[in-house]
């Protein structure tokens, strides 16, 4: 900010950075203390992106009980391999997993290339209990995220700051599954809802699917 410039020269005001907020054709007001667990997958007090999304039928999560920061490097290629699919099939879905996505350090995070998440429509970031990482939220891929309107979900249950119902996921058929990853494709679609204003996001059970 230059307030104060010479006579005769305009004065000058400069953003550095200007982070918007994605919109969609529906707003959404979550009221937490209205929710119920039990209808969820995912709730998170740290949410970038606004409005409800609906039409996804496939998630991929990193499985926790075989979850090793040595192996970040492989579990990216595991998620490119897998993307690639979604790519060539016209399909979008939704990623969870622990640590920062894409970061350049793969003892913080795994650190994929926005090339290799770029079909997810929605992406969480989940602490576990033995690796707990300042979350990024979203910082790597901001640009994309706001471009392509992708949700961003940052979650650390064990700490209480969120909820994830990984056994409901876990108890759910894999359409595949390897040493890194699982794929689940419902019979019916997930409805997210983010709550841009309030920082707020709820992932819906295929069955929970209400307005």
Not at 45 to 59: E, M, T
Not at 78 to 97: D, H, M, P, Q, S
Not at 111 to 137: C, F, H, M
């Amino acid at each position: 900010v230059n307030l104060d410039p010479p006579p005769g020269t305009p004065k000058i005001f400069s953003f550095l950075q200007i982070r918007p907020i994605v919109e969609s054709e529906q707003a959404a007001i979550i009221k937490l203390d209205e929710i119920n667990k039990k209808e969820t997958i995912i709730i998170s007090d740290s949410v970038l992106g606004n409005g409800i999304l609906k039409g996804l039928s496939d998630l991929v999560y990193v499985k926790p009980e075989t979850f090793n920061p040595a192996k970040n490097e492989s579990i990216a290629f595991a998620i490119e391999k897998i993307n690639t699919k979604f790519r060539n099939e016209g399909r979008n879905y939704v990623l969870i997993g622990p640590g920062r996505w894409g970061s350049t350090d793969p003892w913080l995070g795994i650190p994929t290339k926005w090339a290799q998440i770029s079909q997810a429509r929605v992406i969480v970031e989940s602490g576990l209990e033995n690796y707990r990482i300042d979350p990024s939220q979203g910082t790597h891929f901001f640009q994309n995220l706001t471009s392509f309107r992708v949700g961003y979900f940052t979650i650390n249950p064990f700490i209480n700051d969120g909820y994830y119902d990984l056994k409901f996921l876990d108890n759910t058929k894999a359409c595949y599954e390897d040493e890194y990853i699982r794929h689940i494709r419902f019979e019916k679609s997930l409805t997210i809802k983010i709550d841009g204003k309030n920082k707020k996001g709820v992932i819906l059970k295929p069955e929970s699917n209400t307005e």
